[in-house]
Structures are given as C-alpha cells and as structure tokens.
C-alpha cells in the first residue's frame, strides 16, 4: 500500500493554483507515481501547445528592422525635437540605413534584412509598440524571461512547464539552446527560482556538433549500452526487494523509474538532436549554418513534445550594436533571416503552426539617435544604437495569433511607444491566455505569497489574438 | 512647504539618482475611463502631492485616520469621513479638500499652506474628474485584513511555560521531549514504532550530524559496543568531529543565499573567508546569540580578540550586489528578507510596497528596517586584520593590491574633476538653470519623470533646484556621489578596475592568505528612511526611524539610535520579549533532524504558515536553548538522544490511516541524501575524500574529481551549475528555507554517466583490489553490511560479465604542465604535469590559482603562465619516433582597452627548448606601449618559426611560457604546427587538445557503480 503522505508530498509541487487538477492528471497511464512534468491541462481550452522563442538577445532596433520612421531622415545628423534620457550619451537623429518594404498581401513595411522573413508576413503578428522599464541588458532580459526587472522570479518557460508538464516524458521539458557559450546573466534567464528544479531550462549549447557534448551526461564512453542496460537491470532488481520491505514507498519507486527514464532519455536525445537524420530539403531550407542548424533542432525537439524551446542567437549578447549598425544588424540579420522563415514554413509544412506559439522578440530595441564615443563603453562612437527600453519591437506567429498585421504604434521617431502599449508584462498575460491560463491564476504558493509571471500587472491584448 | 521636511525627502529622492520610473509608462498601461494624459498629469503632479502633503495622516495605514478621511484612493475620496465626500469630481468648487487647501474653513494641511501653483493642480485635476488608474481588487476584502492583523499567532507571543506532560507508557518516553511526543500520540490513540537497528540509526546519525555515511567499520564497532552508552558515545564522537561544521555550516549557507560570485559573475573575492567562518563558528558551537550577533554587526561589537570574526559580515555582504548607485533600494530589500526570513520567519519583504495583506507588518515596519540598511554600506570590502609576510608571493601580491586600490582612486578623482568641468560648460549651466526654475516646484517624482524626458541627469537637477534657495555651487559635486553622474563608460571602467583589484585580493586569499576578510561599515552620514508609497522610491512619505518590528515587539517597541543600528538590531532580534530567535532555530534543526519541522513553514510563523505540531514543546526547545547558552550542539544532542529520533521509518498502518503525514512523529521520515551527502559518501568509499577543512574553493566538474568536500564547492549566483539545480541544492540567489526533493531523470543520468562515478566505481574497484571476495566486500563498503543471498548472485553477475575489449584510444604526443624553467641557460629543469582537466584547460588546481602554481595552465589555443621562471608552463611535444620537424606558430597576447590604459600586463616570454640541443629560440611580447593610442583591442605577437629541427624518438620540445616576473593577467596565445619535414605527418596544438583518454570500466567498476546508483545507498531510513 503506498504512503499516502509520501503522495501528498509530490502533489505539493503542481496542485496549488490549478484548481481542478486531480491527482489522475499527475500520473502517467499504468503507474501510480507522480511526475512533476507529467502533461496537464491548463484552465481552459489552450490555442497553443508548444512555444517556441527566438530571442534577439542584445537589443534588435526596431527602426532598422520592424518599424520604419521615414521622419528620421528629415531630421538626419540634427537633435530631435525629442529625446529622453539614455543610459549612454546619444546625439543627432540617425536614419536607417536599410530600405524598407511591403510583404505579403498584409503590406506590413519590414526592413531589407530580413527579407525571408518578410516573405512571411501574413503569418505574423508585429507588435510594434512593446515597452519595458529598464535600459539595460541584465534587467531587462530579467523581464522578457521572468516578469521582474530585480527580483528573484520562475521564467516564462518554467511557468509553462508547471503549468503544463510536458509531453514527451523522456526529453527535458523546457530546453534552451545557446551556440557558444551562455547569454548575459546566464541560467538566470531560465532559472526554476522556487519552483521545484524540474522546471528548470535545460541549457545546450548548440554549437557543439557532437550529440555527446549536447546534452550533459547523456551518453557514455566507458561502457557499451548493453553493459549499462545489464546494470540498470541489476539496478532495478535491487531497488524493487528494497522498496517491497518498506511499503513501496512512492518516493523509492519515483528514483527507481527516473532510471529508466534517464536510458529512454539518452536515446531519445540521441535522435532529438541528430539533424543527419532530416531529409536534404529540409537541411536546406534551414541552411547549413550554426543557426539554420540550431533552428532545425528547435522545431524537432518541439515536434517530439519540448514544451518550451528557447532559441538565442549567441553567448553575451551579440545583437548589442553600440557600434556599426549597418555592418552589425545586417550579418546578424543574415544570420537569422533564413533559419527563422524556416521554421515557419517547416511548421506550416508539417501541420504544427496551429498549434505552436512562435515569439521573436529582442529585451529591448534601440534609440532612433546615434551614440557617442566614451572611454569605456563605447572607444569610437562609430553609427551605432544605444539601448531603447521605451519603445521595441517583436512579433508573434502561429497558435491564436492575429496574423497579417501590425499591432501599435511608436512616436514618429521610434523612441518611444505610444499607441497601444504592450508592456512586456501585457506579452506574457497574452502568451499565457494562448496557453490556456488566466494568467492571473496560474500562481505557486512561496513564502507566505501566491506567485505568477506576470505579478500584479498584465492585461491580455485582445489584439493580438485571432 | 516646510523646508525641513522637504529637504529630507528631496534629499532621499536625490540619494536614489536617476533611475528611470514607470509612472508614465503604468499610467497608460492601466488606464480605462480616463485619457492617458489625464493618467499621465495625476501620476506626474498630483500623486507625489497627496503622498507627501496628505497621506501622512489620511491613510488607510494610520489605525484612526483624522475625521475618518483617507485618500489612498478615488473612491476613498469621492466617499469621504466624517465630513461627507471630500471631492465631488468635475466640481472643485464644492470639494472640500480644495476649501481645506485654501484654509477656508479647515486648515489643510496643518503644517502650513501649500503653495499656490500646487492647490491649482488639484483644482485642475478635481475638474478633470479626478482621473486615477485602474487598481485591481485587493487579495483579501479590507475585513478579513484587519481580522488577520487582529489575530494574534502563537509564534509572537512571549515563551509560554509549560512542563513536559505525563504519559501512560514511560518506557517509550525517556526523555522530557518525548513525553511531549508521546502524549500526543497517546492522545491519539497510536503507537510508536520500534526502534531502528543499530545500522540504520548511525547511517542516520552520521549524515545528519557530519553528512557522511558511515564506514563498515564503524557500524561494526556499534553493533559489538555492550557499554550503556554506546549510543551517546557516537553521537558524542560526531558532534567533536570538525565534519558536523561542514554539515550544519552548510544548512546555513543555505538561509545565507552563500554565493561565491554575484552580478554578472564577479567574483566576492573574500567569500570564502564567510564560509570558513560559518563552519569553524559550529565546530566550536559559537552559542546562538554571539553567533547571530557577529553576522549582523561584527564591526560594532568588541570581538575578543578574534579579529577574523568580522568574516561574518558575509552574511550581509554577499547578497544582491547590484551595484550601482541608483539600484539601493533592491540592495536593502535583499537584506531585509535574508535577516526577516532567516531570523524571525517573518515575510517582511512583502511590505515593501502595501501593508503585508495577512500579518500586521504594516509598510512602516519595512520601512523602519530599510534605515538599517541603507545606512550601511552593503557592498563588502576586504579589511586587513593581520600581515603574513610569511607567505611566498606575499609582497608581490601586497604591492600589486596597493597598487590597484590606488589605481582606481586616481580614476575617480581625476573623473570627478572633469566631470565638474563639464557641468560647467555655459551651454551645461543654462540648461540646467531653466530646468530648475521650471521644476522647483515639483516633487523628486515628477522631477525625475521631467529629467528623463529632457535628457538630463536627475541628480544634478536636483542639485540645481537645490541651489535657488541655498545659492550653493551645484556644480560642486562631492567625490562620494561620483556614482550619480559618472557615465556609463565610466560604470565599466571603474567595475574593470575594481574587479582586478579584486581578483588580485581573491588570488592572495586562494593561495592561503589570511590577511584579509570581507567587512562592512555604516555609511559615513546616517540619512532618515522615508516609506516608499507603492514601493516608488520616488514617492517618499514619512520619515521612518529605525525600529524593530512591531509584530514581535511586545508593549515597547525597540528603536535604535547608534549609526545604522545595526548591533541594536540583532539585540532586538535576540533578546526582546519574543523568544523568536530561538524559536526560529530550535525549529530549523529539529526539522533538519527530522526531515520535517515542528513548525513545517519554517521561515514563515505568520498566518501564511503552518502551525506548530507540538507548540509546547518547541517553547520548552526554546527556553531550554536559551538556558543552555544557546549551545546548538547541546541542543542536538538533547533530540538525537530522544527515544522518537531513534524509531524505525516503517509506518504502521494505524498511522498511515490516522496520522498520514506523520505530523505526531510516531516514527521517523524516510530521508534522500541530499547532494553533498551522496557526493561526500561516494568520495569517502572511494578512498578519495580529502578532509581539509576550509580554505580555497572547488570545481565540481574536473576529470578526475577535486576530492574535497562539496560544500567547498564554488558557487555561482548566475551561473548555477546545472547540477547543483538538478539535485535541489539551494539557490543562491535568495534565502532558501528548505530544499526540495524532487526526482528528475537528469540525477539519474549523472549517476549512470558522469565522468565522477566512472572515476570513483574505478577506485572501489582498485581498492578493493583481488580479493575472494569481491562482492561482499562491495556491499560492505558501499552499504555497510554483508549481501544476501539473492543480492549476491545479481551483483556477481555484473562484476563477472565479459565485454568485448574496447578499443585503445590513440595516445597523443602532448603533456601539459608547469615547468621549473632557465631562462638563461634554456634548460626546463622540472616537468610537473598538470593534474586537473576542466574541460577547456589543463591545469594544477580545480580552480584557479593554485597554491603553488598560480595561475599557471594551458588551454586548446594558449595559457597562462605561472608567477615566474619556477612555474612557467610547458606544452610538450615528444617525439614519437626519430624525426625532423618543422615547427610553425604564433605567440600572441590581446588585451583590452582597460589593460592598455592601466597597464594591467608586462607581456609574456616564450621560449622553445629541446631536450636534445636546448633553447632553439627565445621570443618576446611587450605590455601596451605607454603613450600609444587605445584601440579595443590590442595585439602584440611574435612568429615563432623553425625550420628544422633534429629529433630522436622521446625526445621533447617544450613550448614554454613565463611571466617575465609579473603575471597579471598574462593570458597568451600560442598556436603551434608541427610537420615532418620528409613525411605528412602533422600536429596541431589546438586540434589535438584533449582531456584525459576515457577508459572503460572493469566489470567489477560497473558492480560498484549499481551500489552507487541504488536506493538503498541513497536514502536514510
């Protein structure tokens, strides 16, 4: 008979704040234990059952890619009429260097360097009026993947996957891909914080080309698979006489399976992760790129179940274009332009894109006014951006997404938002809604307080949604 | 308005510097029936005015607001006291409050008459209708607030007396804390369970007091010990061991948020000597008070001639160390809960923008803490309490840290200077100028919204502001508030500097200095604390003495008045008339005992928290603590000795039935090991455990395994090691109260495939060496006792599996490793290979610097040299057979624009030796050339080619690098080609860079690892 408190203590992690979820909703079919990422249902019927985000992290201008302020160039090399306060001396306005069109049958305006993802315009949704609170690269990627700006919070993905679980028990449920190193601020970006470390991204540097060197401790050079198989047996005969003599304890028998768990888990990461195994098309419609081939994993593990992948585009923060605005958004641009029109296509191609819920954003955008030289931060003042927190860019496609429009506006300068604001907290109550959570209801009790992503703030913007 | 009062808050809004507000932003984010603008106009101009003028008195914190009137809200307003509405929107001319204002009728406020332009913005905004932001509904109905303030918790109430209770059956209470349990259990009609066998109960006793499992041996030596005390003699040898330091001194890393590294990963250079600290205070059970007391004001109390007790200051210092000058208020908040939850379980933090919504922590009370804080200086710095000259290296690094704390002096001084100049420019002057009159009226709020939008620096436009009335020089700006105008360039260049003068200290530390410890001090100004309306440091309202909380304060609440107040804090906290401080602590280490506390939330004793299983008997804990000199290890003794710590963890099913959580303790809790105990125990069984205590700390993540303890560890704040969060260790990012225990696959897979337990399985293996037998001897090492019959035959199954042979990996021809070198007569006298691989460097220590060694190590494409000719660093290329070769390469060294400016590198020295013929060339890369121009980054290199060279086979060619006598950061790069010159054979240092061949486990290894891996050896029954 199993230890009825032993269950409770698993319970403890996920009923809180699910209202109606029943011990059922915990177990996978056949076993009486619970899993802390077993799949559950949300509040109401979900659009979206995966997300995928790309994230732009070191600050993607807006003005160079998604909103086009022709009003810069009448005032080209003078001071604009107005100017807030940057956290580094900026001066004269700086008109983009890039041209911008019309795609798709939306017409939405979309900057020359991006033009595969141009080409999908109907299925995006840019809002072009996102703010956030702080100019600054560790806070404000606090706030895109945490909801707080300082203070220790759960991130987005690890929301989803309390919330959700995940579905396919044998890969990690919220998986963050980095090529070469880990983003400014590093695991702190997916970090569990109190929710129980099963929530916690799971961080692969893409870069690596080996499956070996993808995933830690997912595979073995010192013993063949069928010499660990032959322990593992060993293993579970000794665990299951040890478990008999003490009342099948749920907490023994849980350690028992996360072994099996672990050896479905190397092969199935093997096969996650091995892009050999995709057709010719599909590689090149990717590209064969570090980021074509990082996209191309995005979408298989998100296809095999991943609940959340993160997706960013280097170590530190490579979109921080301080400098060189033209040189530097147009190889980062290039570098992401195919590999993100990709994978909207493949989705589409594949039956996913309903389901899925695709955010590209930056943690912020960058000022419409160049930057000057200052020992220290910025040796030459050479054409660059500094940081914009109060007015950026970002677009969502796929599950219950509006697609085909633009959402918002800045000022006519692009410095700031200011025709239907979304507030980074207002982008994460609308994810949530798509994910079928009233986001004001999907907490987890710590010290003595109910918990969300989104705090004491977000509305859900109805216009966004389809 | 009243200059005094204006003067302090605008003083506080000018202390809080120019960080960006979100009022406009919410405003607009919120607003419903009213225009953004309107939103925007009461949040700029009318919010920061019935803060300051009005809510002081009419607020709905104050217990009898005057006439029953507050203001915090619209509909507050529209509703009104005893007076009738005190607005009547879009009417200013019938609302009260603009007749109050006038002094036409009551005289509003008392203080004195607001001035004219301020009563004209309230009748503009009563015209508007009163525009205000939607606010969302409160968690709790105002009602069931007050109820919940109203409710007094057990918890804050003064020691309740109480004697242990009588039982029916004494036998199974020998002790004063089990007749507590017992009765209850009797009450309930249950029976404890037997007592543990003698295995069991030292496999529990030995993680719970020392974190380690016992060997065979010494459960042996227990099972045969007749005497009476046999039982209390282990107990007794565990609690003088100096491993129940590391054990109970890592529980309290956990309540401390302990981290090695804060913001953006820069090293707390000094960490390690809190760490130590906490340690050493268990093992010589520093009583309670003395211990909480060291941790909140060690540099305020006289030490007793331990100088090195200020180290306890870490528990302060190594929090949120966001740095700059404007991110104080979250520096402050991270103390408040680390010393409210850690100490008093208390959930202050939560008061830090409305009056906690379920215990009566009004905002007041946060804010009475928040002078404590702000009035020390919370970022740590090093403070020297001895010299050991002793030392090798020790004068160098002594220099060098003068040096570099001088460096970033000059900096500052010299910035300050042109800075002034700047703001002194005529365009400067007159923008300010015109900025100040259009805003003296306003609040700091509004001013620092109106600065952000007219691109200025809002320290300085208060300066200006200041300036109209003192006729002060506000260009005249102190040294100190460098922080408010200094330019982002600036920020990073004077972290760059600090961050080298503080790796210079940490290296010194390292390599086992112990001049230095982390201390604090108060401010040199003591400053009031104002409460923060919303949390919005630009908001200040009343004034905030620095006061202890008023919930645990009893009829007289303690305020403090030496400096910050801090030493008056922690008497507060220790020796008021709740006893919460014990309480706090008896509860945390029975539940550290037991698995689970008396009090289940254990760092929550408000009416969010659960309630104490047996009050009684933690008040006869507490009392019984405190009449015992607060001795931690008499108190553990006092529970362990119980006949309930002793029982079995098999639950009857009576209880299973009645009592499921086990609440009334009729047996024990079935326990996982947590991550250090699993990670300790496999090293003690492997033969490997290296039990030095304290000193500098390890990587978890070397091939082979830095064998040293796991509290050791280094600790990450932002960059957690991604098993430390598998294994639900602490996060050090706050205060973690308890650890959780959940089961993820990715444990597993650390157990079935890291490199540790490969490494570790081959040692019991070797170490157990040819014997009979084997599989015996596994059991008994790994879990202490003999196998069954069954068990054996599974486990010699594996231990006898043949596997086809796995194929030899191919040696390469490369060593890495530290070199004794002649430079003059190019001789390598001494090759030390390097013990640890990392994964990206060879090197002779887990973590760098090593003792000996310093810096010295060799990556894929470079190194770094040690301190001078006795540690260069050597990449060796043998010879594999007789051989001409033909060496191409580059030596290059880059540094940054900070290292060109202060001349951080003297450059380096390369050199090629062969074992044959000696040096074959010598090359040289030079520090940045004073005077040349800063470029972002600078090369300097050297080509280092050689034609021919004649070897015979096992000949060696070491590649070799020093210092030139200075190491700072004299990372190089060196990529090296080798070619047959007659062949097409080819080397290359970067490609072939590798760690240590993997080599296939012995089937006895995989037997030994099944025992690792399995439950049993896991868990504590």
């Known amino acids: 008979m199993i230890n009825p408190y032993s269950r409770r203590r698993f319970l403890e992690y996920g009923t809180l704040g699910l209202g109606n979820l029943g011990l059922a909703m915990l177990l996978r079919a056949g076993e009486e234990i619970p899993n802390p990422l077993a799949s559950k249902t949300p509040h109401f019927a979900p659009k979206a059952k995966r997300l995928i985000h790309v994230f732009l992290n070191g600050g993607m201008s807006h ?153 830690e401790n997912i595979s073995n050079a010192s013993l063949t698979r069928e010499d660990q198989r032959s322990e593992l047996d060993a293993l579970r005969a000794m665990n299951q006489t040890h478990a008999a003599a003490r009342e099948d304890d749920p907490a023994l028998h849980a350690r028992l399976q996360s072994f099996e768990l672990a050896f479905r888990m190397q092969m199935e990461a093997q096969d996650a992760f091995d892009i050999s195994k995709e057709p010719d098309s599909v590689r090149s419609l990717y590209g064969d790129t570090l980021h074509g081939r990082q996209m191309l994993i995005a979408r298989r593990l998100s296809e095999r179940g991943v609940r959340v992948v993160q997706v960013w585009h280097g170590a530190g923060q490579p979109w921080d274009s301080h400098n060189d605005i033209k040189g530097n958004h147009s190889r980062l641009a290039h570098e992401s332009d195919q590999p993100v029109a990709a994978l909207l296509q493949d989705l589409k191609q594949r039956g996913l894109l ?48 509006k697609s085909g429009q633009t959402y918002g506006a800045t000022d006519e300068f692009g410095f700031r938002a200011e025709e239907d604001r979304v507030h980074v907290h207002d982008l994460h109550a609308t994810v949530l809604q798509l994910f079928g959570f009233n986001h004001e209801h999907l907490t987890y009790r710590y010290a003595g307080r109910d918990f969300r992503l989104t705090d004491v703030s977000g509305q859900v913007i109805k216009g966004l949604l389809s | 308005m009243p200059a005094g009062k204006y003067n302090d808050a605008m003083y506080a809004g000018m202390k809080l510097g120019s960080l960006a507000t ?105 015209a508007k209708g009163l525009p205000w932001p939607a606010e969302s509904a409160p968690a709790t109905a105002p009602a069931d607030a007050t109820k919940a303030r109203a409710a007094k918790r057990w918890a804050w109430e003064p020691l309740h007396p109480s004697s242990p209770p009588e039982v029916s059956n004494a036998a199974s209470a020998p002790t004063a804390i089990d007749r507590f349990i ?84 820069i090293r707390f250079p000094l960490a390690i000597t809190y760490r130590d600290w906490v340690i050493d205070a268990f093992n010589r059970d520093v009583p309670y008070d003395r211990f909480v007391t060291l941790q909140l004001a060690a540099d305020q109390v006289d030490l007793h001639n331990r100088p090195q007790d200020v180290a306890a200051l870490g528990f302060i210092t190594l929090g949120n160390d966001l740095y700059r000058a404007t991110e104080l208020p979250d520096r402050v908040d991270d103390r408040i809960d680390v010393v409210t939850r850690g100490l008093l379980a208390l959930t202050v933090s939560c008061a830090r923008c409305h009056d906690h919504k379920y215990d009566p922590i009004p905002t007041h009370d946060y804010y009475s803490l928040y002078g404590v804080f702000a009035n020390t200086q919370l970022l740590g710095f090093a403070k020297e309490i001895a010299r050991n000259g002793k030392m090798a290296g020790a004068s160098w690094y002594e220099d060098r840290i003068a040096l570099r704390a001088q460096t970033r002096e000059d900096y500052r001084n010299e910035r300050i200077r042109a800075i002034r100049e700047d703001y002194r420019q005529p365009a400067e002057t007159e923008k300010y100028r015109k900025a100040a009159e259009e805003t003296r009226s306003y609040s700091s709020a509004h001013r620092d919204v109106y600065a952000r939008e007219h691109n200025l620096n809002a320290y300085m436009l208060e300066r200006w502001v200041h300036s109209i009335d003192t006729h002060s020089d506000p260009t005249d700006i102190p040294v100190e508030d460098f922080g408010f105008v200094m330019t982002e360039g600036d920020s990073n260049t004077t972290r760059a500097l600090r961050r080298e003068y503080e790796d210079m200290v940490s290296d010194f530390a390292w390599r086992g200095s112990r001049e230095r410890v982390i201390s604090l001090a108060d401010e040199r100004i003591i400053r009031p604390a104002h409460v923060l309306v919303r949390g919005n440091f630009y908001d200040p309202g009343e004034e905030t003495p620095p006061c202890f909380v008023t919930a645990l304060s009893g009829p007289r609440r303690a305020c403090f008045t030496h400096g910050s107040g801090r030493a008056e804090l922690a ?16 509860n945390r280490v029975w539940g550290h005992l037991f698995g689970e506390a008396l009090i289940r ?27 015992d000199g607060w001795s931690t290890k008499r108190l553990i003794r006092s529970i362990v000795l119980t006949a309930a710590y002793r029982r079995a963890s098999n639950a009857s099913p009576e209880a299973l039935a009645h009592d499921p959580e086990n609440r009334l303790l009729s047996h024990t809790h079935r326990r996982r090991f947590d991550f250090e105990s699993l990670r300790d125990s496999v090293l003690l069984f492997s033969g490997r455990l290296d039990t030095a205590i304290g000193g500098k700390p390890i990587s978890l993540t070397t091939i082979p395994a830095d064998p040293r303890r796991t509290v050791y560890a280094y600790i990450e704040r932002e960059r957690p090691l991604p098993l430390l969060k598998i294994f639900d260790v602490a996060d050090p990012e706050q205060h973690t109260p308890a650890r959780g225990e959940t089961v993820v696959p990715q444990q597993a897979l650390f157990l079935m495939n890291s490199p540790f337990l490969q490494e570790m399985s081959s040692w019991i293996d070797q170490l157990i060496g040819q014997t009979p037998d084997f599989v015996g ?147 040289l890369i030079d520090g940045p050339a004073k005077g040349s121009k800063i470029v972002d980054l600078d090369e300097s290199k050297a080509v280092a080619n050689v034609e021919s060279i004649r070897l015979k086979a096992g000949d ?7 210092s030139r006598d200075d190491p700072e950061l004299d990372a190089f790069t060196w990529k090296i080609k080798i070619e047959d010159t007659e062949g097409a054979d080819a080397w290359d240092s970067e490609q072939d860079f590798r760690g240590p061949p993997v080599r296939p486990l012995t089937s006895r290894a995989r037997a030994a690892q099944v025992l690792l891996m399995s439950n049993e050896f896991a868990f504590v029954d």
Not at chain 1, 368 to 392: I, K, M, Q
Not at chain 2, 956 to 962: A, N, P, Y
Request: hydrophobic share 40%.
């Open chain 1, 354 to 401: 309903n389901e899925t819920l695709v955010l590209f954003s930056p943690e912020f955008g960058r000022t419409p006014v160049v930057e000057l030289a200052d020992f220290g931060s910025n040796l030459n003042g050479d054409a660059g951006r500094d940081h914009n927190s109060y007015g950026f860019s970002a677009w969502l496609a796929g599950a219950g997404v």
């Open chain 1, 63 to 215: 003005v160079d890619t998604f909103d086009p302020k022709p009003a810069l160039n009448r005032y080209a090399g003078k001071a604009l009429p107005v100017h807030l306060r940057t956290e580094r001396k900026t001066g004269a306005a700086f008109p983009s260097p890039f041209a911008f069109r019309r795609f798709g049958q939306c017409g939405t305006e979309i900057s020359e360097i991006f033009p595969k993802i141009g080409e999908c315009a109907d299925d995006l949704c840019v809002i072009r009026s996102m703010h956030t609170d702080i100019p600054n690269h560790e806070p404000s990627f606090l706030m895109m993947n945490c909801g707080s700006t300082q203070q220790v919070r759960p991130s987005m993905g690890s929301w989803l996957t309390y919330g959700l679980g995940s579905e396919n028990q044998n890969l990690p449920g919220f998986i963050v891909l980095c090529p070469n190193g880990l983003p400014t601020k590093g695991a702190v970006n997916w970090r569990s914080a109190f929710l129980p470390g099963a929530y916690q991204g799971t961080h692969i540097d893409s870069s690596r080309k080996r499956v070996e060197d993808l995933v």
């Open chain 2, 601 to 627: 939330s254990v760092s929550d004793f408000g009416s969010r928290g659960e309630q104490p299983t047996h009050p009684e008997l933690l008040d006869h804990l507490a009392a019984q603590y405190g009449r």
């Open chain 2, 22 to 126: 979100v009022l406009l932003a919410t405003a607009s984010a919120r607003a419903q029936t009213f225009s953004i603008e309107d939103v925007a106009f009461f949040e700029a101009k009318i919010r920061p005015l019935l803060a300051s003028q009005c809510l002081g008195c009419h607020s709905n914190s104050r217990k009898s607001p005057p006439a029953n009137l507050t203001l915090d809200s619209r509909a507050a307003i529209l509703k009104g006291g005893d007076s009738g509405p005190a607005a009547i929107a879009g009417d200013p001319a019938s609302s009260r409050i603009l007749q109050a204002l006038r002094y036409q009728g009551p005289q509003m406020p008392p203080s004195g008459k607001l001035p004219g332009e301020q009563i004209a913005l309230i009748e503009q905004w009563i």
């Open chain 2, 571 to 586: 008497d507060a906290i220790l020796h008021g008339p709740v006893p919460i401080a014990s309480r706090v602590m008896v």
């Open chain 2, 182 to 265: 017992q009765a209850k259990l009797e009450a309930a009609n249950l029976k404890p369970a037997p007592a543990s066998d003698r295995r069991t109960l030292l496999r529990r006793l030995s993680i719970d007091l020392a974190g380690l499992a016992p060997t065979y041996a010494e459960v042996q030596a227990f099972e045969n010990d007749t005497r009476p005390d046999a039982y209390e003699r282990q107990v007794d040898r565990l609690l003088a061991s100096p491993t129940f330091g590391e054990r109970w001194g890592r529980h309290w890393l956990d309540l401390a948020r302990y981290a090695d590294s804060g913001t953006l990963g």
């Open chain 2, 956 to 962: 060696t060619l070491d590649f070799v690098v020093d």
């Open chain 2, 777 to 923: 001897e596994l059991f008994r090492r790994i879990l202490a006792r003999n196998p069954s019959a069954e068990e054996r035959k599974v486990i010699t199954a594996i231990a006898e599996r043949q596997s086809p042979a796995a194929e030899p990996t191919p040696e390469l021809p490369w060593r890495y490793g530290a070199v004794s070198f002649d430079a003059v007569a190019g001789r390598v006298e001494e090759f030390r290979a390097f013990r640890y691989f990392t994964g990206s460097s060879w090197q002779a220590a887990s973590m760098l610097p090593d003792v000996k060694e310093g810096m010295a190590s060799i990556t894929a494409s470079g190194g770094s040299p040690g301190d001078a000719l006795e540690n260069a660093v050597s990449r060796r290329w043998a010879a594999p057979r007789d051989i001409t070769v033909r060496v191409t390469s580059v030596l290059l060294q880059r540094r940054n624009q900070f290292a060109q400016r202060f001349h951080w590198t003297n450059g380096v020295r390369g050199s090629l030796v062969s074992s044959r013929s000696g040096l074959i060339g010598q090359w």
